[in-house]
């Protein structure tokens, strides 16, 4: 048998602020996601993936390299370089004879000779998953990833109702108002991701006609939530939490759901277990294949970690918005290290993306920013755009849109306390510098975004 034949292809399918539930097969009553629930029944769909961090560079830094964002100096932040010291598990597969591509969005936005490196982390460019098989070795298996830069703003206004959707249908989170804007805006999100599953399913069709579809490991889903107020560049669930499906013919038993925790840092251990490699020691993701392949006993994974550093650059001097949390399955506690700056940026317009500008300009964040003194809705800006304490902890069971924090009440003394300790205990086995002298290193790494507007 080939190397080929007996090592598995791998195709990653990453959307661009794609967020959970927004999938037929999890139960939204809205979108169409026929390629996205084939590849789920056919395969495993998870239930508890997370992104490492709600923003895209490092989002897609940990996924290449299987490392938490604070490991990867300025690696962690929005257009941060990656540096080339710090291995991906894409040119580990090159170097162990896998052909290596990607097309569109790979590791990014951010200038990767910045790093050192001579190409995108994500491997060779090409123009198209069909011109990547061509050019494939038959004797070599492949790696590829393709980078929808769907679901990402800007949208053409109201593309999801001349599609068809019905804004009626639409359940708007408890954090937005619930007014006409905000539901075609969250339509026009829907119809780019049916665009992203449709090319999904364009490329599940080439990969057949190929003959590849048995031994290639499939993985879709997201870089990290969706391009809304308080969700995108936020560690709540809708910044962080992901569709996430995987499929593997020669050797995954489909048709199964899984409620253990995964981190999309687990995605680089995985794809090398997989190749017959060993994962780095470095690496604090930890493979799926035990659990895809049966080997691994459910139900063991039930916490995850999160992260953020700089998104754009959107506060005075250049600052980051620092902050780390534990989700667990009832609990999210995040710790907000810089309580005084502003999560979403300064509201005044002193940069280039303007005014609180962590969040995607839209209709649902222009609704709000301009009603924020009316007092019907004035409880949506403070819930998305006002400061927030240093210590966040939502019960998910009795508030599963992480609205109303209950740090500090005495009834949580004793949960918030674990998992502080908890948090501080993974940051400091990991390397954190937030975890020792949080000297705020990542406000002094250079921008390399779009320049600020002079104000």
């Not at 990969?207 to 879709?220: Q, S």
């Amino acid at each position: 048998m080939s190397a080929a034949e007996s090592r598995p292809n791998i195709l990653l399918c990453i959307a661009d602020d794609w967020a959970f539930p927004h999938a037929s097969i999890y139960g939204d009553r809205v979108v169409r996601t026929p390629n996205f629930d084939r590849v789920a029944r056919e395969g495993v769909l998870f239930t508890h993936a997370f992104s490492a961090a709600p923003s895209c560079t490092p989002s897609r830094a940990a996924i290449l390299t299987g490392q938490a964002p604070h490991r990867l100096e300025e690696g962690a932040s929005l257009y941060g370089p990656l540096a080339a010291r710090f291995p991906v598990y894409t040119d580990l597969l090159e170097q162990a004879g896998y052909f290596v591509g990607f097309t569109r969005k790979g590791w990014g936005p951010g200038d990767f000779k910045a790093g050192g490196r001579t190409r995108n982390p994500a491997g060779q460019l090409f123009k198209s998953f069909e011109e990547f098989l061509r050019a494939a070795p038959p004797e070599k298996p492949f790696c590829f990833w393709f980078g929808s830069h769907d679901p990402h703003r800007p949208y053409e206004p109201d593309s999801g109702l001349k599609s068809g959707m019905n804004p009626q249908d639409v359940i708007v989170p408890a954090f937005w108002p619930d007014v006409p804007e905000v539901r075609r805006d969250i339509l026009d999100y829907y119809f780019e991701v049916q665009r992203f599953d449709r090319e999904v399913g364009e490329l599940l069709s080439l990969l057949e006609k190929a003959g590849k579809a048995a031994n290639t490991l499939v993985v879709i889903t997201g870089d990290n939530g969706w391009p809304f107020p308080r969700a995108k560049a936020n560690l709540y669930d809708a910044g962080t939490r992901q569709p996430f499906a995987v499929r593997w013919p020669a050797r995954i038993k489909g048709g199964r759901k899984l409620d253990d925790f995964v981190n999309l840092a687990d995605l680089a251990p995985t794809f090398l277990e997989a190749a017959g490699l060993k994962p780095l020691a470095e690496m604090t993701g930890h493979s799926l294949l035990g659990l895809l392949t049966g080997s691994e006993k459910p139900g063991s994974r039930n916490e995850v970690f999160l992260e953020r550093e700089r998104h754009a650059n959107v506060r005075r001097g250049n600052l980051s918005y620092p902050a780390r949390a534990i989700r667990t399955r009832q609990y999210l506690y995040i710790r907000n290290f810089r309580p005084d700056r502003w999560p979403a940026g300064d509201p005044e317009l002193y940069h280039s993306v303007g005014p609180f500008g962590d969040c995607d300009d839209g209709p649902t964040k222009q609704f709000i920013l301009a009603h924020r003194q009316d007092q019907e809705y004035a409880r949506y800006f403070e819930l998305c755009f006002a400061k927030r304490p240093a210590e966040e902890l939502y019960d998910l069971r009795k508030d599963p849109h992480q609205i109303n924090n209950v740090a500090g009440r005495r009834e949580y003394a004793t949960i918030q306390q674990r998992l502080r300790d908890r948090l501080m205990q993974w940051m400091k086995q990991t390397g954190d510098p937030r975890a020792t002298v949080d000297d705020d290193r990542w406000d002094r790494y250079p921008y390399s975004g779009p320049p600020a507007r002079k104000g």
